[in-house]
């Protein structure tokens, strides 16, 4: 009965998981939280809070290719140098759509 129960714990654990949409950038996320806040509110880095999932990415899609967006530009390159396209889009839509649990 104990294998049962744990064998169906790791099932919906994993189900849940896997409905998480958003599970592929969340590690990402949090190192984005250290200078823009846990929610975007700002804090070193500016607020992002507010802004369409358009305006993320054209700007993660500009520091990807070290180009000049704002005074603190430099340092949004490495991390935008490491994303792929599909992680930026889902970055822009995420914060469009407020930080969502899930």
Known sequence: MNKFII???????????????????????????????????????????????????SKLLAYKNKEVVGPQSAMMWPTAGMLTEGQIGMIGVYIAQGYPDE
């Open 7 to 57: 064998a169906l714990t790791l099932i919906l654990s994993a189900n849940a998981v896997a409905e998480d949409r958003f599970a592929p950038i969340r590690q990402t996320m949090n190192t984005c939280a250290a200078c823009h806040g846990p929610q975007g509110q700002g804090g070193l880095g500016p607020k992002l809070q507010g802004q369409t999932a358009d305006e993320v990415i």
